[in-house]
């Protein structure tokens, strides 16, 4: 994009480490798109989101848009994703929830 500008950004470690999910639970409003991060694991009884991100709709568009760029180029890579089964949860990932919320 011609108007696009290098952005500088600090990457503390706590964060560096990430956190895995394997759930995603997605509501938005007129005006943010709420993506809640977390994981289901075997032995606990339900699960935890650990992230919470909040974003515009147009920020969301660019995250998917970036998304499916990248899956295009990991795909053409390592061949194509196979989408198995989805586990029995109330908002699997591939299931990823969707209504509108005000």
Do not use: C
């Amino acid at each position: 994009m011609a108007n696009e500008k290098e952005v500088s950004i600090e990457l503390k470690q706590e964060v560096a480490k990430g956190s895995y999910s394997n759930l995603a639970i997605i509501t938005h409003s007129r005006s943010e798109f709420i993506i809640d991060f977390a994981s289901m694991l075997p032995g606990l009884p339900k699960p935890e989101v650990h992230n919470r991100i909040i974003m515009t709709p147009e920020h969301a568009k660019r995250l998917f848009l970036a998304l499916q760029d990248n899956l295009n180029k990991y795909e053409s890579q390592n061949g194509p994703i196979i989408i198995g089964e989805a586990p029995k949860a109330p908002f699997p990932m591939g299931g990823l929830g969707g209504g509108a919320k005000s």
